[in-house]
C-alpha cells in the first residue's frame, strides 16, 4: 500500500525513534524483550527498519516504556483542535497562531512587551481587528493616537500606516485577525436593545 510522504516519513522513522528511546533509557532488547513478550529477533528488525510497525507491536513497547504511542510513532501532525500550537518570538513579540490553514482571516494571540513604545508604522495589504484582552494598547493610525483598554477593539485598513504597542506600564496582550484587502467583520449577533432607560 502506497502511503502519502507525510505517514511514510513518520513510519520510516518509529524505527530509529524504538531503539533511541531504549538505549536512553539504558534497556537492553534482551530486557525489552522480556518485558513486552516480543522476541529479540522482532525487535531489532523493528529497530533496523526491517519489520513494519503495527499496534500488535507498538502498545506493548509504549507500555513498556511508559510513554503515550504517538511518542513512538511521531505521527504527523492532524487538525485537531486540542493539539497546542507552537509561540514564537517575532520582532520581540510572542506570537501564538491560532490558525492552521492557509486562508482568508488568519488570527494571532499577540504578547507585547512593555518596552516596545517607539512606533514604527508601516502599511500593508489587508484589513485588520485587534482587541486587547490585558494591558493598555497604544495604537498609532495615520493621524491619529489612540489608547485602547481590555475589552476595547479597534478595525482598520493596513493600508493605512500603522503600529501598535504597549504604552510603556506593562506587557499587552491582544487578539489580532488579518483579512483579505477590502474585507470587513460580519456582525451577526447584536445585544438587544435595552428600552427600559425611555419610559
Given at each position: 500500500?502506497?502511503?502519502p510522504?507525510?505517514?511514510?516519513?513518520?513510519?520510516?522513522?518509529?524505527g530509529p525513534?524504538?531503539?533511541?528511546?531504549?538505549?536512553?533509557?539504558?534497556?537492553?532488547?534482551?530486557?525489552?524483550a522480556?518485558a513486552?513478550?516480543i522476541?529479540?529477533?522482532?525487535?531489532?528488525r523493528?529497530?533496523?527498519?526491517?519489520?513494519r510497525?503495527?499496534?500488535?507491536l507498538l502498545?506493548?513497547?509504549?507500555?513498556?516504556?511508559?510513554?503515550?504511542?504517538?511518542?513512538?510513532?511521531?505521527?504527523?501532525?492532524?487538525?485537531?483542535?486540542?493539539?497546542?500550537?507552537?509561540?514564537r518570538?517575532?520582532?520581540?513579540?510572542?506570537?501564538l497562531p491560532?490558525?492552521?490553514?492557509?486562508?482568508?482571516?488568519?488570527?494571532?494571540k499577540?504578547i507585547?512587551p512593555?518596552?516596545?513604545?517607539?512606533?514604527?508604522?508601516?502599511a500593508?495589504?489587508?484589513?485588520?481587528w485587534?482587541?486587547?484582552?490585558?494591558?493598555?494598547?497604544?495604537?498609532?493610525?495615520?493621524d491619529?493616537?489612540?489608547?485602547?483598554?481590555?475589552?476595547?477593539?479597534?478595525?482598520?485598513?493596513t493600508?493605512?500606516?500603522?503600529?501598535?504597542?504597549?504604552?510603556?506600564?506593562?506587557?499587552?496582550?491582544?487578539?489580532?485577525?488579518?483579512?483579505?484587502?477590502?474585507?470587513?467583520?460580519?456582525?451577526?449577533?447584536k445585544?438587544?436593545?435595552?428600552?427600559?432607560?425611555?419610559?
Amino acid at each position: 500500500m502506497e502511503h502519502p510522504p507525510a505517514i511514510a516519513a513518520a513510519l520510516a522513522e518509529v524505527g530509529p525513534r524504538l531503539k533511541r528511546l531504549r538505549t536512553q533509557r539504558g534497556v537492553t532488547l534482551a530486557g525489552l524483550a522480556e518485558a513486552t513478550g516480543i522476541s529479540k529477533s522482532t525487535l531489532s528488525r523493528l529497530e533496523a527498519g526491517q519489520r513494519r510497525p503495527s499496534l500488535e507491536l507498538l502498545l506493548p513497547i509504549a507500555q513498556a516504556h511508559r510513554v503515550p504511542l504517538d511518542e513512538l510513532v511521531g505521527a504527523p501532525e492532524v487538525g485537531d483542535p486540542r493539539v497546542r500550537l507552537t509561540p514564537r518570538r517575532v520582532n520581540g513579540r510572542t506570537v501564538l497562531p491560532l490558525t492552521r490553514q492557509p486562508g482568508a482571516l488568519q488570527a494571532w494571540k499577540v504578547i507585547i512587551p512593555a518596552a516596545q513604545i517607539e512606533p514604527v508604522p508601516r502599511a500593508h495589504e489587508g484589513y485588520e481587528w485587534l482587541y486587547v484582552l490585558s494591558g493598555r494598547l497604544r495604537l498609532v493610525l495615520g493621524d491619529h493616537d489612540l489608547v485602547l483598554d481590555p475589552g476595547e477593539a479597534a478595525e482598520f485598513d493596513t493600508r493605512l500606516p500603522h503600529w501598535f504597542g504597549s504604552t510603556g506600564g506593562q506587557p499587552v496582550e491582544i487578539l489580532s485577525i488579518l483579512g483579505r484587502q477590502g474585507e470587513r467583520m460580519h456582525v451577526r449577533a447584536k445585544p438587544r436593545q435595552d428600552n427600559t432607560g425611555d419610559r
